[in-house]
């Protein structure tokens, strides 16, 4: 099915669709809409600097890659986070909106994992930050489920096809987070060495982790 | 509701392509609307009714828009809806009229970005009417509401692949007609079922499906 891309239009969502003028006009939009919230005392100031501050420094893939790591390194942990991923990855203080109910799912010799949401965006906030523009596109929403290879071949995986494919579809407010294959020559590493190998990508499941 | 938001299966829309080095922000608009969509989302209702709002912005300006684009059309229309806004309050900038409510305080905002909202419950619908291993057809439904029963799905059949417990049904929760919460499990389908026979043999997907949306299949149903 992988043939379906070579056929399709080139991808609508990369190209600059707003003229300067429409981004002032959205720029002025989200102003008036801040100032008219904080006027009637929905929201205030501090709190939503507060808010995007967060999300810009403290959530992000980095907890994810230390939740991998850790189970690279610590059996007994890795056993946790499969059993009980919410659990697992809060011992290491990682908690909250959008990773309320955590499922982590492993890769192996034989199997991948990808993660998507065809019908929103949902991801897991707590252990990646929030999502990048492909992953809430609809490029990505729409064909990951009906052609994971094609679309994994894209980002620059390709999949033998004797390994299962495992969609992932976030239809619920289960998030799911892929546990990648430790690579090959990585014996010696510390755990936070390993951690600095493991990628946003990876843990979505559209790409291995290199040595 | 069969929306353009349900987009799993379509293959019109080109390559994946991902930005190199993306910023979590692409400009300081976009860091207003996600910190505004989190301090103002316990005003403007439950999730289930928040993620309708989106599926409620007209098909063609939901493809055109941006992700963040589409957060701040949410937010007015939802504004809106709710009485929280006006037309004047969003064309001025200004309030015409203060609430009697405080905004929520850093403390407020740390306790539900650290602690979050769980969807599951205790009570409801507890006893799972399926087990793992059994095979179940999704229900071939078409509610005018919001739902999470994407169209792929519907009418195929899969397997019980894990029960998640009692969660609050969407369906429902969304038009305020209460939490209903009831089995979700984790259905595992096989890429042909879904999509023929050109699909990876070997390949499957999972998808997360409340109870109401399954039917028992019979013992001599093939998958």
Known sequence: MSDHAHNAPPNPYLEPRRTQAETRALEERVAKLEQALIEKGIVSRDTLDHVAEIYENDIGPMNGARVVARAWTDPAYKQRLLENATAAIAELGYSGLQGEHMVVVENSANVHNVVVCTLCSCYPWPVLGLPPTWYKSPPYRSRVVIDPRGVLAELGLDLPADIEVRVWDSSAEIRYLVLPERPRGTESSSEAELAALVTRDAMIGVAKVEA | ?223
Request: negative net charge.
């Open chain 2, 1 to 223: 509701m069969n929306g353009v938001h349900d987009l799993g299966g379509m293959t019109c829309f080109g390559p994946v392509v991902a930005e190199e080095n993306e910023p979590v922000f692409h400009g300081d608009w976009e860091r207003r609307v996600l910190a505004i969509t989190v301090a103002a989302s316990g005003a403007l209702g439950p999730l289930d009714y928040r993620r309708h709002g989106i599926e409620r912005i007209a098909p063609a300006q939901y493809l055109r828009s941006s992700y963040y684009e589409n957060w701040l059309a949410r937010i007015e229309i939802l504004g809106l809806e709710t009485g929280l806004i006006t037309e004047q309050e969003l064309s001025s900038g200004h309030a015409e009229r203060q609430t009697d409510t405080h905004p929520p305080t850093i403390e407020e905002l740390d306790a539900v970005i650290m602690g979050g909202r769980r969807a599951d419950r205790d009570a409801g619908r507890l006893e799972p009417r399926f087990a793992v291993g059994q095979r179940v057809r999704a229900r071939n439904l078409n509610p005018a509401g919001h739902t999470r029963l994407p169209r792929y799905v519907r009418g195929r059949l899969g397997m019980i692949h894990a029960i998640h417990g009692t969660h609050v049904f969407p369906d429902t929760n969304a038009h305020g007609n209460g939490e209903n919460p009831q089995p979700l499990y984790s259905v595992r389908f096989s890429a042909t079922e879904l999509w023929g026979p050109a699909a990876a043999s070997r390949d499957h997907l999972f998808i997360d499906l409340w109870e109401d949306y399954l039917e028992p299949l019979g013992e001599t149903a093939d998958e």
